[in-house]
């Protein structure tokens, strides 16, 4: 009998242990869930602001969206999330996210942010793995490389212009590297044709807003 009762008892103590273990679990999952969620967003806002101060709308880029499928900007056919920058209701610039599959050590993501106007508001990486010191320089923390987008413009799809010079075009590459600023042209070009092809709906423009542009 007294057998039976400590077995009972450890059997109890058992279940309640298991029982608190799996409550603080998941209570820690959760915390943790909503944290990185938070810790996302954030650093979401911080790489989208980045490109379009606060000061120079009047909505928050991270409600304003518009789903895209684009495989040409994605190399996938599953829906990302454009960013609509407002002012005054009327959209001035977008950011679209983007995939360069051809970085010299794998795939570079990254954002460009495009004004209604076609040219670059800017460009910022996301995540690469390319080579300390020489590839890393796309990185706003190694170089301003990157800037030297803003303000640019395409003139047509065939635009030359959009391509490192060592392919004949205007964009420096890096000394040792220039696989990795190649790939990241080719992605923000990719990105103008792609802006230029879906512009109405990018900029969310009705007839009635198109006539007023117009005007």
Not at 41 to 46: F, S
Not at 88 to 103: C, E, F, H, Q, R
Not at 109 to 134: C, F, M, Q
Not at 166 to 183: L, S, V
């Amino acid at each position: 009998m007294q057998m039976l009762s400590a077995l009972r008892t450890s059997t109890i103590a058992i279940s309640l242990f298991a029982v608190v273990c799996a409550a603080v679990i998941a209570t820690t999952q959760v915390t943790t869930v909503d944290l990185i969620a938070q810790n996302e967003r954030e650093q979401k806002a911080k790489a989208l602001y980045e490109i379009v101060p606060r000061s120079s709308i009047d909505n928050d880029l991270l409600e304003d969206t518009v789903e895209i499928v684009s495989p040409t900007l994605q190399g996938h056919s599953a829906p990302v999330t454009v960013y609509r920058a407002r002012k005054n209701g009327v959209v001035t610039s977008v950011i679209l996210p983007l995939v360069a599959p051809d970085g010299y050590s794998g795939i570079i993501t990254l954002i460009a942010g495009i004004n209604a106007d076609g040219s670059v508001a800017g460009v910022r990486v996301l995540t690469h793995k390319e080579t300390p010191g020489l590839g890393d320089k796309v990185d706003t923390k190694k170089s301003d490389w990157v800037y030297s987008f803003n303000g640019l413009s395409k003139q047509g799809s065939s635009d030359s212009r959009w391509a490192v010079k060592k392919d004949g075009g205007e964009f420096d590459q890096f000394t040792g590297a220039t696989i990795t600023p190649r790939a990241i042209v080719g992605a923000v070009s990719r990105a103008l044709d792609y802006f230029a092809e879906h512009r109405t709906e990018l900029l969310d423009l009705t007839e009635d807003k198109i006539t007023e542009v117009a005007r």
